[in-house]
C-alpha cells in the first residue's frame, strides 16, 4: 500500500490538471472562443472549480496532510516534500472555510465578467459594466467574510496573491516609494524637452511586429516546441506546465512599442513558469508562489532588459531594418531614451517606469474602498477621474482611458494590482545582486546574449515554484525583505542617464 505522502501526491496531481484545465479554458475564452460561447464556457469553469474545491478541501485531504506530516517528522524543510506539505496545508487551511458553491460562483461571475468587460471598453460604457463589477464585489465581500483572522477585508483578498503580504505592509512601501519618485518625476519634468519619444510613433505593419516581437521572445527563451503566442484584449499569460506555456499580447500599427513591451512582460511570466523544476510539476508548487514575484520577472524583462541602454543596441538596427521610414536611420540613443520618456499617461501597461507606481496606487486605493462599501460602483468612474487628475494632472477622456482599461476587475481579481509594484521592488532587489554576481551583464546583453540572466534567474528563482514564500526567496537570493532602495537606485541611475541628470 502507497504511504500517505504518495497518496497526498496523487491527489495534488489531480487537483491541478483540474486547475490547468480551467485555465486552458479561461486562455481559449480570451483568444480564440466565439462571442456568443460565453455563457456556456462560464459554467464549464463554474463546475470545474465546483469539483476542484471539494476535491481540494475534503476531509480526505486533510487526513493525509496529517499523515505525511508526520511521515515527514525532522526532515529538512527546504526539502520538496516538506515544502509540499506546508504549502498545501496553508492554502487547505484557508481553501476549507470557503463553501464549495461560493467558489464556483466566484468562477462562473469572473468569467461572464470578463466578456462583458469586453464588449462594455469597446463600447466606453462603464454603465453596461458596472453590474457585472457589483456581482464580483458582493461575491468578494462574501468570501472575505468566511474569514476572521485577518486585520481588515482587504488583507483576505491581497493574501490569495501575495501570501503573507498585508495591507498594512504595502501601505508602508508605498508610503516609502512615493516618497522617493514625486522629487525625482518633479525634477525630470522640468527637462521634459530634452527627451523625445516621437521614434515610437509612425507606421509599423503588424506582421512586421510579429516578426519583432518573435525574434525578441525567442532571444529570451520562447521555445515554439513548448510555448505559443496569441492576440488578446489584455495581454496575459498562462502556464499549463513547464511544457506548454502560452504568452499574448496586442498590436497597435502606430506605435510599436505596446506589442514589443507586452510580449517582453508575458514572456518574463512564461519563463517563470518554464524554469520550474520538473520534480515540481503537477503539484502545487508547480507555479510561482506569489504574484509579486512573478510580476518582478515580467517587469524586469520588460524594462529593466527591453528598456535598458545595453538590449537598445540589439533592438535599434533591427527596427530600423524592419520598418524603416521614420525610424530608417534609429539608433540605440535615441531608441533608449525615447522607451524611457517620463510622461504621465493614462494607460497603466503603457506607462513609464517613474510614474508606473502610481497607477498602482491609484487602483490599490479605489479598490479598498469598494470591498469596504465607501466608494459605490456607480461612483467609481468618477472617483478614478478625480484621483487620476490629483496624481498625473490629467483629464481622463473616456471610461477605455480610466475606469475601464483593465481586465482585473471583470475577473474577480480584486487584490492582484499591488503586486505590479512590488514586483518593481523585487525586480530592483534581484537586478541589482544579478549584476554582482555577473559583472559582465550589460555587455552579454548588449551583445544580445540573455541566456544569462535566464539561467541566473532559474537558478535562484524560477526552478523553486512554490517552494518558498516570498520573503523566504529574497531572503535565499539577496539576504533581505522586499525593500525600495533598490529599485529607487536603479531608476534614479536610468533617468540621470536618460535625461543628463545628477538626480539625488
Known amino acids: 500500500m502507497r504511504n500517505e505522502l504518495d497518496q497526498l501526491r496523487s491527489r495534488m496531481a489531480e487537483i491541478t490538471d ?18 456568443r460561447g460565453g455563457a456556456s464556457r462560464a459554467e464549464s469553469i463554474a463546475t470545474l472549480e465546483r469539483i476542484r474545491h471539494d476535491m481540494f478541501v475534503s476531509a480526505e485531504t486533510g487526513r493525509l496532510l496529517d499523515a505525511a506530516a508526520g511521515e515527514l517528522d525532522g526532515a529538512d524543510s527546504a526539502s520538496d516534500d516538506a515544502a509540499l506539505v506546508r504549502v498545501v496545508r496553508r492554502r487547505w487551511d484557508k481553501a476549507r472555510r470557503v463553501p464549495t458553491e461560493l467558489a464556483a460562483e466566484i468562477a462562473r461571475a469572473g468569467s461572464i465578467g470578463q466578456e462583458a468587460w469586453v464588449r462594455a471598453r469597446a463600447n466606453n460604457d462603464f454603465d453596461a459594466f458596472a453590474p457585472y463589477l457589483t456581482r464580483n464585489l458582493e461575491l468578494a465581500r462574501r468570501y472575505v467574510d468566511c474569514f ?7 488583507d483576505v483578498l491581497l493574501d490569495d496573491f501575495d501570501p503573507g503580504m498585508a495591507t498594512a505592509d504595502v501601505t508602508r512601501l508605498f508610503d516609502e516609494l512615493k516618497a522617493a519618485l514625486v522629487p525625482v518625476i518633479g525634477e525630470v519634468a522640468q527637462h521634459a524637452d530634452r527627451v523625445d519619444d516621437g521614434p515610437l510613433h509612425g507606421t509599423f ?4 511586429q510579429r516578426q519583432l516581437v518573435f525574434e525578441v521572445v525567442e532571444r529570451m527563451g520562447f521555445d515554439r516546441a513548448g510555448w505559443r503566442i496569441d492576440d488578446a484584449v489584455h495581454p496575459f499569460a498562462t502556464g499549463l506546465g513547464s511544457q506548454d506555456v502560452r504568452i499574448t499580447t496586442r498590436w497597435d ?3 510599436f512599442a505596446s506589442a514589443l513591451f507586452s510580449a517582453m512582460h508575458e514572456c518574463g511570466h512564461g519563463l517563470y513558469e518554464a524554469g520550474i523544476d520538473s520534480s515540481l510539476q503537477r503539484t502545487p508548487l508547480g507555479s510561482g508562489e506569489s504574484l509579486s514575484v512573478h510580476e518582478s520577472q515580467s517587469r524586469m524583462w520588460e524594462n529593466m532588459v527591453g528598456r535598458g541602454r545595453a538590449f537598445s543596441g540589439v533592438l535599434a538596427p533591427r527596427i530600423a531594418e524592419l520598418f524603416g521610414g521614420s525610424v530608417a536611420d534609429l539608433d540605440a540613443t535615441s531608441l533608449y531614451r525615447a522607451v524611457n520618456r517620463v510622461e504621465p499617461s493614462h494607460i497603466r501597461v503603457e506607462a513609464d517606469e517613474a510614474t508606473y507606481g502610481l497607477h498602482i496606487v491609484l487602483r490599490f486605493e479605489l479598490e479598498q474602498e469598494m470591498i ?24 481622463v477622456p473616456d471610461p477605455a482611458h480610466g475606469a475601464l482599461q483593465d481586465v482585473h476587475w471583470s475577473a474577480g481579481l480584486i487584490g492582484y494590482f499591488p503586486t505590479y509594484a512590488l514586483g518593481n521592488l523585487i525586480a530592483g532587489q534581484l537586478w541589482e545582486k544579478a549584476h554582482a554576481d555577473m559583472p559582465d551583464l550589460e555587455a552579454a546583453i548588449g551583445a544580445g546574449e540573455l541566456s544569462g540572466l535566464r539561467e541566473w534567474l532559474r537558478e535562484n528563482v524560477h526552478r523553486h515554484g512554490a517552494k518558498f514564500s516570498t520573503p523566504e526567496l529574497l531572503q535565499r537570493v539577496v539576504g533581505h525583505p522586499i525593500e525600495v532602495a533598490p529599485f529607487v537606485r536603479y531608476l534614479r541611475a536610468k533617468l540621470s542617464d536618460v535625461y543628463e541628470l545628477d538626480l539625488p
Open 372 to 395: 469596504e462599501g465607501r466608494l459605490p460602483v456607480a461612483e467609481v468612474p468618477e472617483a478614478w477621474d478625480a484621483r487620476f487628475k490629483e496624481y498625473f494632472g490629467l483629464e
Open 205 to 208: 505593419p503588424v506582421e512586421r
Open 148 to 154: 476572521d483572522t485577518f486585520d481588515c477585508p482587504y
Open 18 to 35: 483540474l486547475r490547468n484545465t480551467a485555465h486552458l479554458l479561461e486562455w481559449d475564452q480570451q483568444t480564440m472562443m466565439p462571442p
Open 253 to 255: 500599427e502606430h506605435f
